[in-house]
């Protein structure tokens, strides 16, 4: 996206959304790479190849001055004037601080919430970097889990604590889709022919090959009615997407976990 941001108002009533607010050239003449909502207020994160990070909040409209409802650019950050790309929300365990996660190139920065007040708006401070040395090795993905957080590079995955900021390891894994499992510290990584299900908590993996995860471009966790004997899919069933076929995946790892992944019988295919 080069030219326009927009916002809009979803009205149940009839069911169709609204512009509410129209942002031309958010991030100047540059490409928008990323954007991501505040997970518990109405404020969204935006990063682009002019180097900021920008934060947009809501503005409810006031009848008593007239004002109309709209979003407005709240701050902008920014760090050595990288461009910026991956982004990501958390909160440690030990605050109730939202932090802000943001990748510059190959870098990736900290910024915490001053206010930590849900009725006021976001102040952040820059707090720390995660840094990996190779420059040509841009973050693409940012991903948080039990104070740890996971930086997927272009061409390996780096594992950072969080809450002293020491490196722990370091996977030969290039990311090019992920979901994070909402029901426990599971994460489906899609790695070249490789599908990785990591989990935060115990540092375990589990690995399966299948000719089609190379093309996988999005992947999320839907609720499942059917427990699996498999525990990184016990509650969960995994979705992704391949464009060249235009329809999603569903996979539910009822089988034995030694049959092959690559078998197409254990995959179900639902046409979009």
């Known amino acids: 996206m080069k030219e326009n941001l927009d916002f809009g108002n979803f009205y149940q009533t009839n069911n169709q959304f609204e ?69 990501c929300y958390y909160k440690l365990s030990t605050s109730e601080n939202i932090n802000l996660c943001c990748s510059f190139e190959h870098l990736v920065t900290v910024w915490i919430d001053t206010i930590n007040d849900l009725n006021e708006e976001s102040r952040y401070e820059y707090s720390r970097c995660f840094a990996h040395i190779d420059r040509k090795n841009p973050v693409e993905h940012v991903i948080y889990n039990c104070d740890k957080i996971l930086v997927c590079h272009k061409t390996l995955a780096n594992l950072w604590n969080c809450l002293n900021g020491q490196f722990i ?72 997407y391949i464009p060249q076929e235009v329809r999603f995946f569903f996979v539910y790892f009822l089988f034995s976990i030694h049959k092959s992944v690559a078998d197409p019988g254990n995959f179900e295919g639902r046409g979009t």
């Open 19 to 87: 512009l509410n607010t129209s942002i031309t050239y958010p991030h100047g003449q540059e490409t928008l790479n990323q954007m991501l909502f505040h997970p518990n207020k109405l404020e969204l994160a935006i990063t682009g190849n002019d180097g900021f990070v920008k934060v947009w909040t809501f503005v409810q409209e006031n009848p008593i001055t007239k004002r109309v409802s709209h979003w407005r650019c709240l701050s902008g950050h920014t760090h050595r004037s990288y461009s910026s790309s991956a982004l």
């Open 169 to 240: 390891k370091s996977f030969s894994w290039h990311v090019h889709a992920f979901a994070k499992n909402p029901r426990s510290s599971f994460i489906a990584l899609f790695d070249k022919s490789f599908l990785h299900f990591y989990s935060f908590s115990d540092g375990k993996c589990h690995s399966r090959k299948g000719s089609l995860f190379r093309r996988v471009t999005a992947a999320a966790y839907i609720p499942n009615d059917k427990p699996s004997s498999f525990v990184p899919l016990q509650h969960s069933r995994l979705i992704f």
